[in-house]
């Protein structure tokens, strides 16, 4: 088992930033992939960004259009979402993901919920215009 939790989220004021934390702790491998999706209210949840175990490759939704950049830390098992140029439209509950068989660093981390195992309870992101 795999335990995930996520910090970090608050309210912010339009165009401004916040940085997301997800710790990882349990039966860690060392070669896995994280991620980060969210869930806006009435929505479903979707992918936001994800990293291989060596950050070899990341990838990101669309809509991020460069505004926030995942990054991670394997020696305190912790992954990073750093989010600026915030918008409303980027409220949501924000969830991190675990993938430990994506051991393969040339292959781009998942983005579809159902190839991860792990996630945690969420840290909410509120943005006010």
């Known amino acids: 088992q795999v335990q995930l939790v996520e910090s970090g989220g608050g309210l912010v004021q339009a165009g401004g930033s916040l940085r997301l934390t997800c710790t990882a702790s349990g039966d860690i491998v060392s070669r896995n992939a994280m991620a980060w999706f969210r869930q806006a209210p009435g929505k479903e949840r979707e992918f936001v960004a994800g990293i291989t175990w060596n950050a070899y490759r990341t990838n990101y939704a669309d809509f991020v259009k460069g505004r926030f950049i995942i990054s991670r830390d394997n020696a305190k098992n912790t992954a990073y979402l750093q989010m600026s140029g915030l918008e409303p439209e980027d409220t949501a509950n924000y969830y991190c993901?675990?993938?430990?068989?994506?051991?393969?660093?040339?292959?781009?981390?998942?983005?579809?919920?159902?190839?991860?195992?792990?996630w945690g309870q969420g840290t909410q992101v509120t943005v006010s215009s």
């Open positions: 993901a675990y993938d430990p068989h994506h051991a393969a660093d040339w292959l781009s981390p998942p983005r579809v919920e159902f190839e991860y195992d792990y």
